[in-house]
């Protein structure tokens, strides 16, 4: 973990993605393909910081109608009624179900966001190439990648409502425009996060040596 | 550290990668991502703000019913918006909810647009909104034709009667009272139900009641600037001049009250299709609504001396079975100077029933009074009369009366006075009082003295009969001649055979009871002889007790 120990990076040597093997670049360039496999090698990911920005915007944007619009059309004979996420939670917590209220909310509401939060302040960090807390914010990291597949539990839900509940005559349940702007969340967060390089994070601290960029 | 320089040369050993094109490409499309998401979120939030529907507020009395996400707002059962909230407004008086439509509505959202909570109800006979029972209670809409665009509603208490694309007008009537009419009370036409009463209130002034009715389409081509609309609630029972009248509309107007309408024969009157505008004014009942509305009227005072008791505002005044006009007011007047009192009765005449000929010359004051002056000279009076035995009611009757003292008329006076002549109820009572006059005459006293001793004789000759029929046969025998002689003699010849056969049967008997006669010889013809006259005689006995009359009436024939 030192500084002085030695990196690929340092060596100016690049990993192959798909198969590991290492190689150096040709001379001039910053990537290149793996004489192995064919895979395409860089350094570092390509434009990490620009992809992973774009992407959280991205997921901004679609954020704001993933929580105003409504997620659930549901209609049964006494009525039809749209729902969206935090009136789920709402209706969830008043009638007395706080655990599930809860979940619904962690998941649906508070990691997305809190996802977005962590990447954008990882990017932020990277870009301006601090040396604060590089452990945890690597640790960071691997919680934002490992919590992301598992945000959004209510589009799984609908989603599965969806499939079972459609009784035409009596109740039928369809899924909202929100549920599309949850989806593409889910998925941008989750690109956003394998986007970002966190190799990045070490890199101010080895000794620059005019090779390392974004 | 030994493995340090195999290190280096393993890393001269490292394979070259195969060289890149360089691309700037990767760098540019990775913004399409963020521009593609603010697109679709861009879009997704003009649909939503395109989608959303206008939000109205309407107020109701009470909140039964209705509650914030649950509450639906319904068009013809098609739902149309959501209820989002419900509040009290800030006096606390009534409660304001919220709800929001469905953007398709806002064309409808106008001024005369009606809301009321559909509940379920049992009102006039009918039942509504039962269906609620079990999906909850809505707020029901009617669209209305405004063109004033509106987003805060007073919410109706009750349902509206009709809704706006029923097909029929409504019209206005003013009335009175309200009587036992009610929203929802029946119109009928001919009978049929044409219609309902939509809503009434009180006139401002608080002199009458202005009444909304719906008529429906096929009968509103029936209404005309000539139509009456009459009450015709429950079973109009009237006591009047002409006797006892009873109308009825139906079963349902005996419950719920009712109007009905009727378009009189337009007697050349010009004739148009009446419009909401048109003002209707509902007559109490049919006749009253049936009169002639006449315009021409000329006010007289008939004066009488009699008592018009019987006599109310209304009553007819009659022309020969043809009603000319009506009493309007009955006054009681004293002289101040003679002090007898006098009773003025206010007439009006409709001239226009009594048309003269020459029309020309009606319209004329001076023709018309020339020709009333002319009527007068020939005896025409006024004279009260009893329309009904059973009512007592009375009428005032104009006629001729040739003998009638001459009266001129004063046309200076306002109203003019028509002369009057004692009615026929009077002279009615005359002959009454003349003929008990007479009975008062009738030595009644006497009579009943006389039909007193009569009495009394006879009662003494039955008792005399009673007293005298002993078992002594031969006593009896004689008694019984001599009775019989003496009815003979008292009673009137008419006592019949039975008395002659029972003197015929004593005699003998008593003949042969003598001891010189041969009775021993034949005492079995004897006493057959005996038994007969006693059958007859006690047929006899038989008879006085139960037709005692018969001593001063004679035997009936047909009598046993
Ligand atoms: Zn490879």
Redesign the pocket.
């Known amino acids: 973990m030192s500084a002085t120990g030695a990196s690929a990076y340092r060596l100016g040597l690049m990993a192959?993605?798909?198969?590991?093997?290492l190689?150096r670049p040709a001379p001039g360039a910053h990537e290149g393909w793996?004489?192995?496999?064919?895979?395409s090698?860089h350094f570092r990911k390509p434009n990490s910081i620009t992809r992973t920005w774009a992407l959280l915007i991205a997921s901004v944007i679609l954020y704001i109608p993933a929580n105003v619009l409504p997620v659930m059309e549901s209609s049964s004979i006494l009525g039809s009624q749209t729902d969206t996420i935090m009136s789920g939670v709402v209706y969830l917590w008043v009638s007395g179900s706080w655990p599930l209220a809860i979940v619904v909310f962690v998941a649906s509401v508070v990691v997305p966001l809190a996802k977005i939060i962590a990447l954008a302040f990882l990017n932020t960090s990277v870009q301006m190439r601090s040396t604060w807390q590089p452990v945890q914010r690597t640790r960071l990291y691997r919680v934002v990648e490992l919590v992301g597949r598992w945000s959004m539990l209510d589009i799984y839900v609908i989603a599965l409502l969806v499939a079972l509940v459609q009784l035409k005559a009596v109740a039928t349940i369809n899924a909202g425009p929100a549920a599309l702007a949850f989806a593409a969340v889910v998925v941008l967060t989750m690109v956003a996060a394998m986007s970002f390089d966190p190799r990045l994070i070490w890199d101010p601290l080895e000794n620059n040596d005019g090779r390392a960029h974004a | 550290m030994a493995e340090h320089t195999p290190e280096s040369d393993n890393l001269d050993r490292v394979a070259t990668a195969r060289e890149q094109p360089k691309s700037r490409w990767s760098f540019q499309i990775v913004w399409l991502i963020p521009i593609v998401s603010a697109l679709i979120g861009g879009w997704l939030a003009v649909k939503a703000i395109m989608e959303r529907g206008p939000t109205i507020t309407v107020t109701f009395q009470n909140a039964e019913g209705l509650e914030a996400g649950k509450t639906k707002v319904k068009y013809k059962d098609v739902e149309i918006g959501m209820v989002k909230a419900v509040t009290l407004d800030k006096d606390l008086k009534r409660v304001v909810a919220t709800a929001e439509l469905v953007k398709d509505f806002s064309p409808h959202l106008v001024e005369d647009t009606r809301f009321w909570v559909v509940r379920p109800r049992i009102s006039g006979g009918t039942v509504s909104g039962l269906s609620t029972l079990l999906s909850g209670s809505y707020i029901g809409v009617d669209t209305g034709k405004s063109n004033k665009h509106r987003a805060s509603f007073a919410g109706l208490e009750t349902p509206p009667i009709v809704t706006i694309d029923t097909p029929g007008r409504e019209f206005t009537l003013r009335s009175h009272n309200l009587a036992s009419i009610d929203s929802g009370s029946p119109v009928f036409f001919r009978k049929l139900q044409a219609g309902q009463v939509t809503s009434y209130q009180l006139d401002k002034d608080g002199k009458g009641v202005t009444l909304k009715v719906f008529v429906n389409e096929p009968f509103v081509q029936f209404v005309t600037t000539n139509t009456r609309f009459f009450n015709a609630s429950g079973v109009d029972l009237k006591l009047d001049a002409s006797g006892i009248e009873v109308q009825m509309q139906s079963v349902v107007s005996l419950l719920l009250g009712g109007i009905a309408f009727e378009t009189p024969d337009d007697n050349g009157r010009v004739v148009t299709a009446a419009t909401t505008e048109t003002p209707f004014r509902l007559y109490p009942n049919r006749a009253e609504a049936l009169k002639n509305p006449d315009t021409d009227l000329a006010k007289f005072v008939l004066v009488f001396s009699e008592s018009v008791r019987g006599l109310a505002p209304g009553a007819p005044v009659d022309f020969r079975g043809v009603v000319v006009g009506e009493v309007v007011a009955i006054r009681a007047d004293i002289d101040p100077k003679t002090g007898q009192i006098i009773i003025p009765v206010d007439v009006n005449i409709y001239a226009e029933r009594m048309r003269l000929r020459s029309r020309i010359a009606a319209k004329a004051p001076e023709a018309r009074q020339a020709f009333i002056d002319r009527l007068v000279d020939k005896g025409l009076r006024a004279q009260l009369r009893t329309g009904s035995l059973l009512t007592g009611q009375l009428y005032v009757a104009l006629d001729f009366f040739p003998q009638a003292k001459k009266a001129p008329m004063n046309w200076a006076a306002t109203p003019t006075v028509l002369p009057t002549t004692p009615g026929a109820r009077q002279e009615l009572q005359q002959a009454i009082a003349s003929v008990a006059a007479k009975i008062d005459r009738l030595p009644l006293d006497e009579i009943a003295r006389d039909a007193r001793t009569m009495m009394g004789s006879a009662d003494k000759l039955i008792r005399r009969v009673d007293t005298e029929v002993t078992p002594d046969l031969r006593q009896t025998l004689q008694s019984g001649t001599r009775l019989l002689q003496r009815v003979d003699v008292e009673v009137v010849p008419e006592a019949g055979q039975m008395i002659v056969d029972a003197r015929k049967a004593l005699v003998s008997a008593d003949r042969m009871l003598a001891s010189e006669s041969p009775i021993q010889q034949d005492a079995r013809s004897t006493m057959r002889e005996v038994q007969k006259a006693a059958h007859a005689f006690r047929m006899l006995a038989d008879y006085l007790e139960r037709n005692p009359s018969a001593l001063l009436m004679g035997k009936k024939e047909d009598t046993p």
């Open positions: 192959c993605h798909t198969c590991g093997k190689a793996c004489p192995r496999c064919g895979a090698m």
